[in-house]
């Protein structure tokens, strides 16, 4: 359209320039004639203009709602993917949530096993740690056999110290030793 325009514009103005040299009294005519095409070419490819710049406009339009689609698409899309990996981390975290309550219940057990075990080893070493008593001198036991409390008893004994805590004999740790 802006060719044939030009085109028009062109024969116009060779015509116009044709009839001003050869008939002057017509010059005014011509010369509005030529101002009129001017304006009509010039209308017109203001239009072709205006229609192209429209056509440019409805392309941006329909490229941006594809544009908006696939962005909505991708971000669907996305929060699936989002979804799944947050599925996965909750799972994982219950996993590591059983293993830790696991592993708490089995150092609570082996803890109880450890005092029990040492409470059982305690009452076995006092049932076989060795204590020196004065049988004649008072109702007493000693850890040291030196101690000062044996210093005026004219003869000793050593039992285990259960044997000297048991109820028939009643022996008790001497002061000194406290």
Known sequence: MTILLTILLIIS???SIYYFTKHPYHRRFWLSLT???VAIIGLGTTNTLINAASASKTKVQH???K???RAKQEALANSTSLKKQLA???SEA???SIAV???EAATESSVQSTATVDTTQTTTNQAEEMVTVAPTAGKKYHLDANCRGLKRATSTTTMTLAEAQAQAQGYTLCGWED
Do not use: H
């Open 94 to 96: 219950s996993s590591l």
């Open 67 to 69: 544009e908006g689609q």
């Open 35 to 37: 101002f009129l095409l």
């Open 63 to 65: 490229v941006s709602k």
């Open 88 to 90: 996965a981390k909750k």
């Open 13 to 15: 103005t060779i015509t």
């Open 101 to 103: 309550s696991e592993q």
